[in-house]
């Protein structure tokens, strides 16, 4: 009536390793390049620890460990994807340090992975973080070298 609009909540988003965060058009893997599954970003780790990317609740950890669902607090969905083509591993090298239910934010290790066992297996460590019920978005992440924790940018739905 008068005009004024709501505020757009936006979701600060954070690096979930310590590494190089890239575009999701850059990874090795349709399903994920060309946003299948809803946008994203993803990042190549320099060491094993993989952190929550946002503020938010841990809903699913897939069978084979490869994957975490989390819900953020305005029922973004989130897919925390470790590595490429490791759901073939059954869980091999990758230690979930967090259960279903459990409230995570920036500083929340998920999971610690083997990169060897990975390197030996010749699957890709690159961390894929799609948001899977988006809509319409604004996505602004910045790109390159980050410690986990660092925030990269914000999600407005």
Do not use: R, W
Request: proline content about 4%.
């Amino acid at each position: 009536m008068f005009g004024f609009k709501k505020a757009t909540p936006k979701l600060v988003l954070f690096m979930p390793v310590d590494g190089k965060a890239i575009a999701i058009t850059d990874v090795n893997d349709q399903v994920f390049s060309q946003k299948m599954l809803g946008p994203g970003f993803a990042a190549v780790p320099l060491d094993g620890a993989v952190y929550a990317p946002l503020k938010a609740k841990v809903t699913s950890i897939f069978p084979t460990k490869h994957a975490i669902s989390l819900l953020a607090a305005d029922n973004t969905e989130v897919l925390v994807h470790i590595g490429l083509d490791t759901v073939e591993l059954n869980g091999k090298g990758i230690n979930v340090m967090v259960a279903e239910g459990d409230q995570v934010d920036e500083n929340t290790q998920l999971a610690a992975v083997d990169l060897n066992v990975l390197a030996e297996a010749k699957k890709n460590p690159t961390i894929i973080v799609v948001f899977t019920n988006l809509k319409t978005h604004q996505l602004n992440v910045g790109l390159g070298e980050n410690e986990h924790s660092t925030k990269l940018g914000t999600l407005t739905k």
